[in-house]
């Protein structure tokens, strides 16, 4: 376990939140590096023996540093903007081992993948083929592309982030495929090398993760026979992670149904993951700046607020909180709200716990690592947290805190 108690304080990996909230401040989000290697190693072992590429979704977490550990551990990426891949190439990751995914990529976008050697542009609409063609005709490249296709799977999760069934924006329709081959084949600019879908996120169970993979497999039977060959199956991503009492099923469960699907199939084999390599390796490093009891409901206010980590808002998610002292001596329990200090009235990290606190405690907002830092923002102009990476003994600061001069330096008074 990368988060756990020793004599007394939660640590990361060796390392005590409270050292760590000493020398970098709060809020402060803290990666393990051991949580994240476990994770993938998770992933490599169900996958031994097969032609098989993991390519990180950078959304999830996209500090340069996590990507550089997921670059070193052999990873390629999945990206969704032009930023992304700047990102990636940042941090010494591979153009050829990453695939661009989106709905919405402008020309510039895809010169600048092209040009930077993209694996492939995962294509989610005919005007974006057409558009690929043109580019790459003008570049007098060949661009390689596979179609994202919308299997219509229910994938049994939050609307907002279920994304195979038919009405979602993402992917072309299943019904449509076909055709779109055959266009894409027809046109000399394009490389056709795979397939792929996403059905969306927080997935506990395998078996609408493989019903999916089943629909694509068809589909490049289908293809193959119509002299359309493909090299790779890109599964997608939407592992779920335990954050309150989920149980979802082993990474290994998902890898193992997905080869299932491809039978004895040689095509490379892709997934996508984000949350299932990183969610469980981040907290949230906070402190309590006042305890508020009220009539009706306790406060804990705390020093990171929905700036920081906009999830439970959002999503109403539910991220465990945990003491950084375990049993402070003399602090009364009771049952909390902890929120933070922006004027709105959703802007809270927890309802309804039961924690002993006292002012200037710090508390640990757990499973953190995904979604956290990358959502957040500068409303009531914050400064963004600092981030920390933790490897064994060592914590290194991986992004500094943000400066409030920083907030408005692009920003200019007119006259
Ligand atoms: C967001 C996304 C992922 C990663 O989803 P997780 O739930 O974080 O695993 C993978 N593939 C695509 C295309 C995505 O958009």
Known sequence: MSFTYRNGALCAEQVPLDEIAQRFGTPCYVYSCGAIESAYGEFT???????????????????????????????????????????VLAAGGDAGKTLFSGVGKTEAEIEFALARGIGCINVESEAELERIARIARRLARRAPVALRVNPNIDART????????????????????????????????????????????????????VAAAQRLVELVDRLASAGVRLRHIDVGGGIGIRYKDEAPQPIAAFVRGALGALGARKHRVIFDPGRSLVGNAGVLLTRVEYVKPGATRNFLVVDAAMNDLIRPPLYGAWHEVLAVREMEAGAPAAVYDVVGPVCESGDFLAKDRRLAAREADLLAILSAGAYGMVMSSNYNSRPRAAEVLVAGAEAHLVRRRESVEELFAAERIPG
């Open 158 to 209: 939050h609307p907002y982030i279920s994304t195979g069934l038919r009405e979602t924006k993402f992917g072309v329709a299943h019904a449509d495929a076909e055709r779109l081959y055959r266009r894409a084949a027809s046109l000399p600019e394009l490389e056709l090398v795979g397939i792929g879908c996403h059905i969306g996120s927080l997935l506990n169970e395998a078996a609408p993760y």
């Open 45 to 87: 072992q169900a996958l031994a023996g097969r032609d098989a590429l993991l390519c990180y979704s950078v959304k999830a977490n996209s500090n340069l540093a996590v990507l550089a550990l997921l670059a070193r551990l052999g990873a390629g990426f999945d990206i969704v903007s032009g930023g992304e891949l700047a990102r």
